[in-house]
T-cell receptor
């Protein structure tokens, strides 16, 4: 079945460092792909999304490109801040025809030190 | 303000009790979802509903029940049959099966068995 695999954390970086969180997926069709962010004790917020191959999603300095050839959707940011400390989830939208829902990776915890 | 409201934020349950978590949305979304989050496990789908008076089991539906009598509301009951209910529960909603549509999340409810 469809699935998402993302790199395990925790990831610890210094402020202004470059961030990459890897995400790969397995799907029978062409799903939409998402990155969500979860701050401590809160729900999930959509960070960015891409709906077709070669689309680039971007928001708040984060970017991810939908790579069909490598089935990947890696999250990147050029210069992280302490306020970016959170758990990041990669997800795909599984379209079952008349039904659909999100399938998530296990999450990657990011800690940014000043 | 538009959004998804979950209540209560924190709930304690005694062994053998049923408890109900509330989820209300005023976004006019057709689809609503319940996910369970355990540490290091990512999010797992419990139940989802694409339209009023209809819902489907997700990956871990055993020990849970839902209803969808109104478009705005999708309450989740954690029954005594759920052997390990302590977790963070997230309600979500979206415009349904179209793959590119975004799913939005509430702030979550913490359930602890005492």
């Amino acid at each position: 079945g469809d699935s998402v695999t993302q790199m395990e954390g925790p990831v610890t970086l210094s402020e202004e460092a470059f961030l990459t969180i890897n995400c790969t997926y397995t799907a029978t069709g062409y799903p939409s792909l998402f990155w969500y962010v979860q701050y401590p004790g809160e729900g999930l917020q959509l960070l960015l999304k891409a709906t077709k191959a070669d689309d680039k999603g971007s928001n708040k300095g984060f970017e991810a490109t939908y790579r069909k050839e490598t089935t990947s959707f890696h999250l990147e940011k050029g210069s992280v801040q302490v306020s970016d400390s959170a758990v990041y989830f990669c997800a795909l939208f599984f379209d079952g025809g008349s039904q659909g829902n999100l399938i998530f990776g296990k999450g990657t915890k990011l800690s940014v030190k000043p | 303000d538009g959004g998804i409201t979950q209540s209560p934020k924190y709930l304690f349950r005694k062994e053998g009790q049923n408890v109900t978590l509330s989820c209300e949305q005023n976004l006019n979304h057709d689809a609503m979802y319940w996910y369970r989050q355990d540490p290091g496990q990512g999010l797992r789908l419990i139940y989802y509903s694409q339209i009023v008076n209809d819902f489907q089991k997700g990956d871990i539906a055993e020990g849970y029940s839902v209803s969808r009598e109104k478009k705005e509301s999708f309450p989740l009951t954690v029954t005594s049959a759920q052997k390990n209910p302590t977790a963070f529960y997230l309600c979500a909603s979206g415009f349904g099966v179209i793959s590119g549509n975004t799913i939005y999340f509430g702030e979550g409810s913490w359930l602890t068995v005492v």
